[in-house]
């Protein structure tokens, strides 16, 4: 019997270890406001993300989020999200994407008329289930370039949502007018938004778990538990009266 219990307890401690932990980084409504900024699928910008920093234990891109929203123009505007590797110094200084597209979504469209100017915006969220490097910088973007090539500029164009603050640290907007050639994300160096608002930041979210943990499913710790209780109630059945 003592086997037995000892057998269930490491059981459901095993349960309980095997939930995966998270950083979340999450600059989202309402956790700060919601603007726009810039728009794809014009002259100015045909690629537009976010920059951030991956550490040294949660490497395991889940799921990231961005926010958009029909501009103008006289179609529907079609693009696309993508994850890439920042070959910047840091993810706060300039460079270019790098490597390979690790992540890139279906068409996304942003139907007109929208609501511009600005509200309320589309929330899209990505899974790429993807490992990333650690102590490493990262870009999620949008780009439009497959439209531009399509339809040509301003043809139908997004408005982008974000925070309106420096509200990441180790992040910032970039931006690439590259047209309708994509593979200029990894050629030209991107830009920042002029003023102070090339410190502020794309409204987003990236949620990164250990690559080794394995993810569970929810009900798992509820099973767990009550293995733990059973445990409980055959120890207390075979102590001495």
């Known amino acids: 019997m003592k086997f037995k219990i000892s057998g269930l307890m490491a059981l ?10 998270a950083e979340i980084i999450d600059f989202t409504p309402p956790l700060t406001s919601t603007g726009t900024v810039g728009t794809l699928a014009t002259a100015t910008s045909q690629s537009f993300g976010q920059t951030f920093e991956v550490g040294a234990t949660d490497t395991f891109l889940d799921s990231f989020t961005l926010f ?5 123009g006289t179609t529907s505007s079609k693009f696309r999200a993508y994850v890439m590797k920042w070959g910047g110094a840091t993810a706060n200084t300039l460079g270019s994407a790098t490597g390979p597209v690790l992540f890139e979504s279906d068409d996304l469209i942003d139907a007109m008329p929208g609501s511009f100017p600005g509200l309320p915006l589309t929330e899209r969220t990505f899974s790429p289930g993807i490992s990333l490097d650690a102590d490493s910088a990262y870009i999620i973007f949008f780009n439009s370039s497959l439209s531009v090539g399509e339809f040509g500029f301003d043809s139908g164009s ?6 309106g603050f420096n509200s990441y640290s180790d992040g910032r907007i970039m ?14 160096t991107w830009a920042t938004l002029p003023g102070s608002i090339g410190f502020n930041d794309l409204s987003f979210k990236v949620v990164l ?3 080794s943990a394995v993810p569970v499913p929810a009900s798992l710790p509820l099973f767990a538990s009550g ?6 109630m055959l ?7």
């Open 158 to 163: 997004t408005e982008i949502g974000y925070t």
């Open 175 to 188: 931006h690439l007018a590259n047209g309708g050639d994509f593979g200029k994300v990894t050629t030209d």
């Open 12 to 21: 459901a401690g095993f349960l309980f270890a095997g939930t995966a932990q």
């Open 235 to 241: 120890r207390r059945r075979t102590l001495p009266h």
């Open 209 to 211: 778990t250990s690559a």
């Open 227 to 232: 293995i733990l209780w059973i445990g409980t």
């Open 68 to 72: 958009s929203d029909f501009h103008s």
